[in-house]
């Protein structure tokens, strides 16, 4: 039976980024947001090693597993094999723009493909339960007017797809890199208000560029999810206030200490397993973002957690580290607040 995922916040799938040690390490900070993989491609699914690339902990449920790919049977057998894993959904990426995803015909080049994507969403249907959802862009190249993207949305929901999470800008597929595709076509956030309102029975979330909770919260007038990427990675406290904020979840909010100490103990028990440090610490720079300990944190990780033999007792002094700074400060404002008594300086 189809089950309701709550789709108001999720972070972005996010390459080199959202593997299964950060996203662990969101959900010790929200219990509630929608986690997902990095872009998967079916190639790699049905080739790779499956445990390495979709192993994943209980506790990061709800995840959705996102797929590139375009040939409708090999999506469906990887929907399939994501479904049995128990993924609580599949996305497909229609808004990669690099070279070697075009050079494959996947990703944002798409767009100009409805036909295509719907007949790969109904076979991805035909085989799962779970919400078989697509990530897409405003539009590509010349590919790019309102019309184009109302004709690929209504294709595509024909097939079945009803949930779609715009990224708010267009894709250049020649002569920007995926970085600058990410930065240079400017936001388009109307469109995706208008979508909304030509398409009110669909799911529409709004992603690109929001970095604050207020700026989040501002959008669930217009839209029914926001996605984020950039600034959960690099700021990823921000998410300590979602779960209550959001998803209306008053159960206490973790302290940045909580979710070190909680990592702490996943990186232990992962490096018993034979994994390495540095390819969990990486992920966890952006704890401190905004507090006085944050660059003694980040030096302290950058430093010494890619040593050969690095154990958790890095990631304990980094955490101590970022601690007495934040106390240093807090003594040196409160000394300077105590008044001068005028005999004092003689
Ligand atoms: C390092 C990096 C890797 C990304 N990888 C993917 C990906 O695998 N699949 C995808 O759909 N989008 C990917 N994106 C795009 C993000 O999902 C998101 O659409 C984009 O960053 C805009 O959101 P933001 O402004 O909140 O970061 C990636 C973005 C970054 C920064």
């Not at 539009?139 to 079945?160: C, K, P, W």
């Amino acid at each position: 039976m189809l089950h309701k995922l709550d789709r108001r916040l999720a972070i972005a799938p996010m390459m080199d980024r959202t593997d299964r040690h950060y996203r662990y390490f969101m959900r010790l900070i929200s219990r509630r947001v929608l986690l997902y993989t990095e872009m998967l491609t079916t190639g790699a699914i049905l080739h790779g090693n499956r445990e390495r690339l979709l192993g994943y902990s209980e506790i990061e449920h709800p995840l959705a597993l996102q797929l590139g790919g375009s040939d409708p049977e090999q999506l469906a057998v990887c929907a399939r094999i994501a479904a049995d894993l128990g993924y609580d959904e599949v996305n497909l990426n229609i808004g990669c723009p690099s070279d070697r995803v075009q050079s494959a015909r996947f990703g944002a080049c798409l767009m100009a493909e409805s036909a295509l994507v719907a007949a790969c969403i109904a076979r991805m249907r035909q085989q799962v339960n779970i919400p078989v959802t697509v990530k897409t862009r405003t539009g590509i190249d010349q590919h790019d007017s309102y019309a184009d993207l109302v004709e690929f949305v209504r294709t595509v929901n024909t097939a079945g797809c009803d949930t779609f999470i715009i990224h708010a800008r267009k894709a250049w597929l020649q002569g920007l890199s995926p970085k600058e595709n990410r930065d240079i076509p400017p936001l388009q956030y109307a469109t995706v208000y208008q979508l909304k309102r030509d398409f009110p029975g669909l799911h529409i979330s709004i992603n690109g560029g929001f970095t604050t909770l207020e700026q989040i919260q501002s959008q669930y007038a217009m839209v029914d999810g926001v996605m984020i990427g950039r600034a959960a990675y690099h700021d990823s406290y921000l998410l300590a206030d979602v779960d209550a904020k959001i998803f209306g979840d008053h159960r206490t909010k973790p302290t940045r200490q909580d979710i070190l100490d909680g990592f702490i103990s996943y990186a232990k028990e992962n490096i018993v397993r034979g994994a390495c440090l540095k390819h969990m610490a990486r992920h966890i720079l952006g704890l401190y973002q905004g507090h006085a300990g944050a660059r003694a944190f980040r030096r302290h990780l950058s430093e010494h957690a890619h040593k050969p033999g690095a154990g958790i007792e890095i990631l304990i002094r980094a955490g101590m580290l970022a601690q007495i700074v934040e106390k240093n400060i807090h003594a040196q404002k409160n000394i300077s607040a105590i008044p001068v008594h005028p005999d004092m300086h003689s």
